[in-house]
């Protein structure tokens, strides 16, 4: 009896097979409908796998198949470097392949027609990352009554390789960037299918974190992507502030041909017959978007004030404690003025002015965030307001998740970790359950409950209006770069002036992040 209870539970709780199969690219997919009533389609192929031949070329059409496909598992994730836990203390480790060019879409339950659709880009440094991460599952927003996607591409070397011969190959005499063009391959998918869902093709929004929100900012850009996406929301990361900006090509084949003499072979069919493994594991520099006057043709601070990026609004921001250029440990007002003195020879003494009234740690702490993805977000939001017609809305999150007691990561120490890079994506995507989903790590209490409310209630109104709105706080302003507000992200949410924002320029003169009246909007 015992155990003829326990196998009905499971059943019970087990996703179901969904009784009618859709028709997209490629032929007839099955999915599958979660206990909580979401209809999921997981691992859904939107190009043909990226193998052999077709190793560092744009995606090609999906192949088609006979019957019908059962989309309802996860796609292995794009070969990369396997994560320690010192990269992934969450989840563990996944299933890794080069034939990973898949999606996963999730739906409400019920009649659909025309519901915003949320596509969602994994950041990882170009490197590393997961479309099926449970800290990205597209489960709880598609609950609320949208349309969620997330999106694979190829990483490292095998997403972002550049060649003298592959640039030959290509037809447009550039190479690289494959994993931005594997992004747009699925958004045209997305476009072409998504209504099969009950999703708006009209209404998509793209979102990113890290170098999800730098891809999100060069979709922006690109004129391949023009037309796919209605509005896009980045998170720490833009090709702005000329930190991550585009290689230039003869750079990134030079480097190319570094790899190439570091794995052994001489040509591009010798690569092609590695094991991608081993092109993984390789350590020759690489930076990883190209400018290649195809996918990317120019840099950001040139394509906005050309006005040719897509006018759409834009929802930015970053967490208060993040940075890729961190100081050492700041005690005193003397161990900042020297650190800044050194870093920032031109401009210490009126960066050491802005910042002066915080106390040494916190106010190096923030001159090192806002001198790396404070600026970046900062001037995207002000090229948007400047030279488009459509609205830019900046934030800042400010929670320091409630770890549990006796909690450690081998990466940051959750005593000065502060509101980490990445700290605010369970919020905006309403998975804080999945931070304990293997150990509790933490405690939540109500106050992050409120804030994951506001959160994924802004994003869900910014998906289906352009302009978001949370409770207690209504409609966010939108940037107005001669008086530049922002929201402050806490439990006890508020909008205030944009910290720091006219400084920023001093870290990087060739910034267009000033105060300056906007251009007049129709």
Known sequence: MIRRLAIALALAAAPAAQAKPLAVDGGAIEGITLPSGVDAWLGVPFAA?????????????????????????????????LRGSRQNH????????????????????????????????????FNIGSASMAN?????????????????????PLGFLS????????????????????????????????????????NVTIVGQSAGSMSVELLQQSPLAKGLFARAVGMSGSAFGGMLGPAPLERAEAQGLALEKELGVSSLAGLRTLP???????????????????????TAEEVFAAHRQADVPVLVGYTRDESFRPFGPIATRDELAAAVRERFPEHAEAILSDYAGEDPARA?????????????????????????????????????????????????????????????VPY??????????????????????????????????????????????GRWPALDPS??????????????????????????????????????RD
């Open 136 to 156: 990205y599952s597209g489960e709880p927003l598609a609950r609320a009554g949208v349309i969620r996607v997330n999106i694979a591409y190829r990483v490292g």
């Open 364 to 424: 190096a702490r923030d001159i090192a965030r806002d001198s790396t993805v404070g600026l970046q977000m900062a001037e995207w939001a002000a090229a948007q307001a400047r030279n488009g017609k459509a609205p830019a809305y900046g934030y800042v999150f400010t929670r320091r998740q409630p770890y549990a007691p006796g909690v450690t990561f081998s990466d940051h120490d959750p005593a000065t970790a502060g509101a980490y890079h990445a700290g605010d």
């Open 90 to 125: 969450y989840f563990g480790n996944e299933a890794t392949s080069e034939d990973c060019l898949y999606l996963d879409v999730w739906a409400p339950r019920g009649t659909r027609a025309k519901l915003p659709v949320v596509v969602w880009i994994y950041g990882g440094g």
């Open 49 to 81: 796998p990226p193998l052999r031949d077709l190793r560092w070329k744009p995606p090609q059409p999906v192949v088609p198949w006979r019957g019908t496909y059962h989309a309802d598992r996860f796609a292995p994730e794009c070969l990369q470097p």
């Open 483 to 520: 008086a530049p507000r922002l929201v402050w992200l806490a439990p006890e949410s508020k909008v205030i002036a944009w910290p720091h924002f006219a400084a920023m320029r001093l870290f990087d003169p060739a910034a267009e992040v000033v105060v300056q009246p906007a251009r007049p």
């Open 276 to 298: 991608g493994d081993v092109v993984t594991a390789a350590k020759s520099p690489r930076s990883p978007v190209v400018l290649d006057h195809h996918v990317v043709t120019g």
């Open 428 to 473: 905006w995507l309403r998975t804080r359950p999945s931070l304990n989903l293997f150990r509790q790590t933490r405690i939540w209490e109500p106050g992050d409950a409120a804030l994951e409310r506001a959160m994924s209630t802004a994003l869900l109104s910014f998906a289906r209006t352009g302009v978001p709105v949370s409770q207690g706080l």
């Open 163 to 202: 060649l003298p011969e592959l640039s030959r190959e290509s037809g447009y005499g550039a190479s690289g960037n494959y994993g931005l063009m594997d992004q747009i391959a699925a958004l045209k998918w997305i476009r072409r299918n998504i209504a099969k869902f009950g999703g708006d093709p009209a």
